[in-house]
């Protein structure tokens, strides 16, 4: 168990330029999660797939959002013409799911500046 | 709509002394209830749940949370604080009814910081 890794761990771009996260999940975990935490606030949901099924969004990941996990391993996070507000910790997390009490493990997250 | 507070932004402990993170939920259905611990650059980390049961649940690292349905709180104590116990704490909700099962609600967080 290697734990969750996201590459980068940080990044720092100009206003309208396009990014892209990525996030390995724990080999055996079919579940993949996006999460997105700004100072001083708890993490909120984007997004999470299951295998390469993308079950579920929030209202949060707007069109400029896509998250993408082709053979159900890795994932991506691209977000197009980033804006200032879009500075925030992104966090991933897997799981081996075992219904509604799973838990989640978290990688250390992409820290994204907008400037 | 479901939501989780933390009432309070920092807790301060002296190490020996028993600690308390308060957590509040709302949720629309059954709760099933979390807490993570978040160290500085690290990732979060699960402590412990509670989904049914007996209303106190022992987690990692010496810590137990008790629940309280009347209340609709889910407060994390530990007897005795360590100095290492220092760090970001989240209180987390899952509601069992809505169609958002895959995603957890999580608190604003609790900055725990117990001195020597």
Redesign the interface.
Known sequence: DTGVSQDPRHKITKRGQNVTFRCDPISEHNRLYWYRQTLGQGPEFLTYFQNEAQLEKSRLLSDRFSAERPKGSFSTLEIQRTEQGDSAMYLCASSFPTGLTEKLFFGSGTQLSVL | AQS?AQPE?QVNVAEGNPLTVKCTYSVSGNP?L?W?VQYP??????LL?Y?TGDNLVKGSYGFEAEFNKSQTSFHLKKPSALVSDSALY?C?V?D?TSS??????????TQLTVWP
Do not use: C, H, P, S
């Open positions: 989780v932004d099933y979390f993570y650059n690290r990732g979060l980390q699960f749940k989904i989240f987390a899952r069992t958002t099962l895959g995603r957890l609600y999580f608190g604003r967080g």
